[in-house]
């Protein structure tokens, strides 16, 4: 047998080592990847934005119009109330007491008015019975005057009393307002935002008590630069947002009150926007922003 060479005999050898093995697969071909499409433009707002606070036209402090000492607090912070409503009451028994003495006076001044006019009918009476006679010479001068001087005597006690009527029912409206002024009443339809005060402290005219807010209608008032003096008009429709409730929620609008004057130190205009729709999420003194056509 021929003696193969070195070489021939290695490469016997790795052939014989490959056999019985399976073939080593080829790499599966990657699936072609669809071309990445182009993303959305973002929208672009082109809309002037202007903030500013939601307010009501209705708000205000409910002020002592007396001094006193507080008796009862009908209501707290949160409360809704009506126009007319009790909200507290400072002590009132001593008016009450100078009350009931002046509608006394008042009745008994009445009752003595009524007296002296009924004589002065009398008197009145006797005078023309004793003219009748004068004339007819039946009397001396002397009884006809005497009757004539009773008339007119009682006549100017009837204004005398009138007076003093009028005096004492004088005094008896001022204490019935005096007495009004102790009862603290809502001022108008609304909401207690803060109460100030508590049973048995004392109150001087002017004191704040409690503050009343209205629940609407909700509005922004908000300022512009004096380039859109032309271009804002009332009952012009525009978009409110409001951060602190949901940003993404557009609230309907429109304008209610446009500043006449551009104030020099800003070089601005004021505008009130009136909200529509549905505001059961919005508080007055929330920021909001009102959207606004661009100016050209």
Request: charged share 25%.
């Amino acid at each position: 047998m021929k003696i193969l060479s070195c070489t021939t005999a290695f490469l016997l050898l790795l052939a014989c080592a490959s056999c019985g093995r399976d073939p080593v697969p080829a790499a599966a071909a990657a699936p072609a990847q669809p071309a990445p499409a182009n993303p959305p433009a973002p929208v672009v707002d082109n809309r002037y934005t202007a903030s500013g606070p939601i307010v009501v036209e209705n708000q205000v402090d409910v002020s002592a119009q007396r001094e006193g000492v507080v008796a009862q607090i009908l209501v707290d912070a949160g409360t809704r109330v009506h126009k007319g409503d009790l909200l507290a009451k400072l002590d009132d028994r001593q008016l009450v007491a100078d009350l009931e003495a002046a509608r006394a006076k008042t009745a008994s001044t009445e009752a003595d008015l009524n007296n002296w006019k009924a004589e002065a009918k009398v008197l009145e009476a006797d005078f023309q019975r004793a003219k009748k006679m004068w004339d007819a010479k039946l009397i001396p001068e002397e009884q006809f005057e005497h009757a004539r001087y009773k008339a007119e005597g009682d006549q100017w006690d009837v204004k005398r009393v009138e007076q003093l009527l009028l005096n004492a029912q004088d005094t008896q409206r001022s204490l019935e307002l005096e007495l009004e002024k102790t009862q603290i009443r809502a001022p108008f339809d609304g909401i207690v935002a803060r109460r100030y005060i508590r049973a048995g402290q004392t109150v001087v005219r002017g004191d704040r008590l409690m503050w009343v807010t209205a629940t609407g209608p909700l509005r922004v008032r908000f300022t512009l630069p004096s380039k859109f003096v032309n271009q804002i008009k009332v009952g012009q429709s525009v978009a409110v947002t409001v951060a602190d409730a949901n940003p993404s929620q557009e609230h309907a609008a429109h304008i209610v009150q446009v500043s006449p004057v551009v104030d020099p130190a800003s070089d601005t205009i004021e505008a009130l926007a009136e909200l529509t729709g549905s505001v059961v999420d919005l508080r007055p003194g929330m920021q909001a922003d009102v959207h606004l056509p661009a100016h050209p």
